[in-house]
């Protein structure tokens, strides 16, 4: 029996990947060297795509990092803990701030177009949270959303249960349109696309 990958789990959605794949992939040696940095162990499913697939923007939605190590190069995932000591959990919890580690794997582009839309602080932060353990080796994604009014704390959501729900049912099932920051997601938004990022010579 084969194993699917991740370019056939995209295939199977209908995903088309719009330019030709990375020159360059992280390869274990730069998971293992980005977990023992964070002391954590990413989730099975992140670690493939990473190695299968690499990093890139799924229509105009989310904005995927992988672990990476070159000078200079900040899109490589880390704890965002410090970001989390107040916000507001609108995930229906009573949660105000986060102790645990969260690793930031990426950004929920939010704004308005033309495409690409600028990354800024107002985009809502990717993260793991490895201490909500879902199924497995999964743990919860959630995102930081910071568009709220002056001086009040960021929000709080959660995305998937794993990383795998977060692609093909979040993205390609376009569950993540019922979220605050997609309530009306233009075509754009969910378009069935990735685009690859290249990779800067380590």
């Not at 049912?169 to 938004?189: H, I, M, N, T």
Request: a neutral charge.
């Amino acid at each position: 029996m084969s194993v699917t990958t991740w370019q056939d789990r995209l295939e199977q959605q209908g995903i088309a990947n719009t330019g030709a794949p990375p020159a360059r992939l992280p390869v274990e040696a730069d998971i293992a060297k980005t977990e023992a940095r964070l002391k954590v162990r990413f989730p099975e499913s992140y670690r493939s795509f990473c190695t299968e697939v690499g990093p890139g923007r799924f229509g105009d939605l989310l904005e995927l990092w992988v672990p990476w190590h070159a000078k200079g190069f900040f899109d490589s995932p880390r704890d965002i803990r410090a970001r989390l000591t107040t916000l507001v959990d609108a995930s229906g919890g009573t949660r105000q701030s986060l102790e645990e580690k969260a690793i930031h794997i990426g950004y929920v582009v939010l704004g308005a177009p033309p495409i690409p839309r600028v990354i800024s602080n107002r985009s809502a932060e990717l993260f793991f949270l490895p201490s909500e353990v879902t199924d497995g080796d999964e743990c919860a994604l959630y995102a930081l959303d910071h568009r709220a009014p002056s001086g009040a704390p960021p929000r709080l959501v959660k995305l998937a249960r794993t990383f795998t729900a977060l692609i093909l049912e979040g993205f390609a099932g376009k569950r993540l349109a019922r979220l605050p920051f997609v309530s009306a997601p233009g075509q754009d938004q969910f378009a069935p696309e990735f685009h690859p990022r290249e990779l800067p010579a380590p």
